[in-house]
């Protein structure tokens, strides 16, 4: 079994910076590409970022130039740094990873619990 679990989540000022983490943990083989989703109140979840285990990126539009996803593969670990927060960007933060348990298993999809970032003067 695999566990992800995220942290660093809160309220911050418009224009502030809040850094999210997330760890994987358990039955580990190996694990590809990792991401960070977000769902708002009445809206569908949607995707952040996501990074390769080659550490290639991607963006959402509406965070391209704030935010900034990595990893570290020794860890199994993934970031967001996320600045020039706006309220807009308020939501549960999820983090996501394709992981391999075994050589020889298929990737299965992994979710974290999800972590508060609220964006309020």
């Known amino acids: 079994q695999v566990q992800l679990v995220e942290s660093g989540g809160g309220l911050v000022q418009p224009g502030g910076s809040l850094r999210l983490s997330c760890a994987a943990s358990g039955i580990i083989y190996s694990t590809n590409a990792m991401a960070w989703y977000r769902q708002a109140p009445g809206k569908q979840r949607e995707l952040v970022a996501t990074?390769?285990?080659?550490?290639?990126?991607n963006y959402a539009d509406s965070v391209k130039g704030r935010f900034t996803i990595s990893r570290d593969n020794a860890k199994n670990t993934v970031d967001l740094q996320m600045n020039s927060l706006k309220p807009e960007d308020t939501g549960v933060y999820y983090c996501?990873?394709?992981?391999?348990?075994?050589?020889?298993?298929?990737?299965?999809?992994?979710w974290g619990q999800g972590t508060q970032v609220t964006v309020s003067s």
């Open positions: 996501n990873a394709e992981v391999r348990t075994t050589l020889r298993s298929g990737l299965n999809n992994y």
């Open positions: 990074i390769t285990s080659g550490r290639r990126t």
